[in-house]
């Protein structure tokens, strides 16, 4: 007895098997991570954050694809940590936000830092608050270089940040609110991308901030005097949403890790570079100031804060991950 019907469609079912195990296998799309700053375009660290893009595609083998948003394009200063834990960004620089006590109070924190081995000092930074960022879904990525720059401009010549009689100047977080207050300024908050119009019209007669985004807004012409004190240890940590990080697989895990690491190291001389012409040369075209205040001066100034600070940080971290950390400050200190 014959089938025909059946052993035609048997003959059309290896047929099509055979013709799919030769045809390619598709190709699966790239994951899209989106990476959120407020540095704008012309900012060095926009480079290098172009950098980290770059090698982290190529070691994931292209599966991974940075996508960059410049400017606070995605969001606020402020709200980072929202921003990560609700889908908007994958990856975001995070501010001195509550939810995240001991970072909030030693990511600026007050001491003289040799940067020679900065890369090594933030990457174990950002180890001893992992833990702490892991209980808000964040995982620590990317180190800022907050360390070489965060200084003080003033409308007017200033020459000793220790005697601010009065003066508004702009704060970024609680620890430099303490230190104006303590020095007889009165804090502003004020987000980077409205620091030029309040200092235009008066709002604030000083700014706190570093010099790259203090010179990527252009903010020379309205605060043209600079007092480098030398006085802070910064690493305002970009984080990404650990439960993406964790949905990668174990090899674009660590791709992008050492996507993160390689990029800062490529950033780190570039940046130094970049922020000391660019000072020069703001300094010379707007009629401004550059005063460098002693080690000696610098040194009595701390002695005042870290007193005042150590009690918050004590709170925040416990003493065990305090000292670890003060530790840590104390072994890269000048």
């Known amino acids: 007895m014959k089938f025909p019907i059946k052993t035609n469609a048997l003959k059309l079912s290896l047929i099509t098997c055979a013709l799919m195990s030769a045809m390619p296998m598709a190709v699966s799309a790239a ?98 608050i992992e833990a702490e960022a892991a209980k808000a879904d964040l995982i ?17 010549a200033v020459t000793d940040i220790g005697k601010l009689d009065g003066k508004l100047v702009r704060s970024i977080g609680p620890l430099v609110s303490m230190m104006i207050e303590t020095w007889g300024g009165k804090p502003v908050f004020v987000a980077p991308k409205e620091v030029f119009q309040s200092a235009e019209r008066g709002v604030v007669d000083g700014i706190n901030m570093g010099v790259a985004t203090y010179s990527s807004w252009k903010l020379w012409s309205v605060m ?19 439960d993406k990080f964790d949905d990668l697989s174990p090899a674009n895990q660590k791709a992008l890790k050492e996507a993160a690491t390689e990029a800062e190291a490529w950033l780190k001389p570039r940046y130094e570079g970049w922020v000391d012409e660019r000072v020069g040369n703001a300094v010379m ?21 870290v007193a005042k600070w150590t009690p918050e940080v004590n709170n925040a971290c416990g003493v065990p991950l305090a000292d670890n950390i003060r530790s840590l400050f104390a072994k890269h200190s000048e």
Not at 95 to 119: F, G, H, M, W
Not at 141 to 155: A, G, K
């Open 285 to 305: 075209a707007n009629g401004g100031s550059a005063v460098s205040m002693s080690e000696d001066r610098t040194g009595e100034l701390l002695e005042g804060i």
């Open 31 to 128: 994951e899209t991570i989106r990476l959120s700053t407020y540095v704008n375009e012309s900012d060095i660290r926009y480079e290098g954050f172009k950098k980290f893009a770059e090698l982290a595609a190529a070691k994931s083998n292209g599966d991974l694809k940075v996508q960059i948003f410049p400017s606070g394009t995605l969001h606020g200063w402020s709200e980072g940590v929202d921003a990560v834990q609700g889908g908007v960004s994958d990856i975001s620089w995070i501010p001195a936000d509550k939810r995240l006590p001991c970072y909030r109070v030693t990511s600026l924190y007050p001491v003289a830092i040799d940067l020679e081995n900065q890369v090594e000092l933030d990457d174990t930074y950002a180890s001893l």
């Open 224 to 242: 043209p005097h600079m007092v480098n004190a030398n006085m802070f240890y910064g690493n305002i940590i970009y984080m990404m949403n650990k």
């Open 140 to 156: 620590p990525l990317i180190n800022s270089n907050y360390s070489y720059d965060q200084e003080w401009w003033f409308e007017d």
